[in-house]
Nanobody, 125 residues
């Protein structure tokens, strides 16, 4: 079964950090762009970040730019989202997704073929 699995979510205080991981199962991530999306209660999913297959290009939403970084370790078949200076408004379920045609990213969820189940991130004091 082809799937991606997120991990690393949890409860953190404002200003804290978390690192999310996105691991592939049943296929290799080498040729895929990987996007991170989040969905807060009562809101539509929104794109957070993306990295192309070669790591040449990365993208961040304005709301996380300067606080989040994205990286990938193809040898471990894993992509990471490092989240620093977390704010309460970052609270959401975070999903990673794999996109064919890995040389460019997309902010459109429909562009992504494989999705994980999500991991909850809660930023609260």
């Amino acid at each position: 079964q082809l799937q991606v699995v997120e991990s690393g979510g949890g409860l953190v205080q404002p200003g804290g950090s978390l690192r999310l991981s996105c691991a592939a199962s049943g296929f290799t991530l080498d040729y895929y762009a990987i996007g991170w999306f989040r969905q807060a209660p009562g809101k539509e999913p929104s794109g957070v970040s993306c990295i192309t297959s070669s790591s040449e290009r990365t993208y961040f939403s304005d709301s996380v730019k300067g606080r989040f970084t994205i990286s990938r370790d193809n040898a471990k078949n894993t992509v990471y989202l490092q989240m620093n200076s977390l704010k309460p408004e970052d609270t959401a379920v975070y999903f990673c997704a794999a996109k064919n045609q890995g040389d460019y990213c997309s902010g459109q969820p429909l562009s992504y073929a494989y999705w994980g189940q999500g991991t909850q991130v809660t930023v609260s004091s």
